[in-house]
């Protein structure tokens, strides 16, 4: 299927690993000129057009890599919203500080960075956001209390920005993945070693989707490149499970 993404300006934050470099690799892969964000000043080696080292936490980092890319390229086609952050912790442990860096981090980022694109957008008449959310999102995760706020709230604010700015043919969706196979999960001092016994909790979480597994982080990008392109070009205002099953439709 060709995704008609050839020389569309797309821009990926938290790409430097996971989601976010293999959504990167793969819009580039589909002819995209792709800029990569994150906190490395360093690019990720994803075949990207630019790379803006950026931290997307903090007040103005979303708006300068938004503003790098239409200095370098005059438009922005694409916003893919993926940075974000999770820990393993308790309700009553999660401190206001650390509700506060997480509201930063998953939700301001893309707040700031989708405020900083509209006026291009708006201006060339289209434009499509796609952000990465969580089956948490959806179905609160009682071990990641604030992660699961966060997430819920990129849901309302993807849906929010569908309503107000689809007169000005911009589409926004949210991807809502489960647990997938990248360093955030399986990496040293990740999700799965603050749980246990690294295999045991990676077992048991793949254990508890339909399909068995965890998903790779291409099988999520699959999603969000296929959001991104003119295949679909009637979605807006949704949220796309990939989850291989675990939250459930409710009818």
């Known amino acids: 299927m060709d995704l008609h993404l050839e020389g569309k300006v797309c821009l990926v934050t938290g790409s430097t690993a996971g989601i976010g470099l293999a959504t990167a690799k793969l819009l580039v892969d589909e002819g995209a000129r792709v800029v ?40 922005l086609d694409c916003l893919v919203n993926n940075v974000g952050y999770a820990e393993i ?12 860096e ?49 997430k819920s709230a990129v849901l309302s604010l993807s849906r929010l920005v569908a309503d ?6 911009i589409r926004s969706n949210a991807v809502a993945p489960g647990p997938t196979a990248t360093g955030a999960w ?19 979480v793949g254990a508890g989707r339909p399909l068995g597994r965890l998903a790779e982080p291409e099988e999520i990008a699959s999603v969000i490149a296929f959001l991104c392109s003119d295949q679909a070009a009637y979605v ?9 099953g675990t939250v459930p439709i409710i009818i």
Request: aromatic share 6%; charged share 20%; proline share 4%.
């Open 186 to 204: 399986v990496g040293e001092g990740g999700l799965a070693d603050q749980q246990g016994r690294r295999d045991e909790v990676l077992a048991k």
């Open 36 to 75: 990569t964000s994150g906190r490395s000043a360093g690019p990720p080696g994803a075949g990207e057009a630019l790379h803006v080292g950026a931290d997307l936490a903090a007040r103005g980092g979303p708006e300068a890599a938004v503003e790098a890319t239409l200095e370098a390229f005059g438009r």
């Open 236 to 244: 807006t205002g949704a949220a796309w499970s990939v989850d291989g």
């Open 102 to 150: 997480m509201w930063q981090l998953n939700v301001m980022s893309y707040v700031r960075a989708i405020r900083a694109a509209l006026p291009a957008m708006r201006g060339q008449h289209g434009g499509v956001i796609v952000n990465v959310a969580s089956t948490a999102g959806k179905r609160p995760s009682t071990g990641m209390p604030d992660y699961s706020v966060t």
């Open 164 to 169: 107000l700015y689809a007169k000005d043919g």
């Open 89 to 100: 912790r308790s309700f009553e442990a999660v401190t206001d500080e650390q509700w506060d």
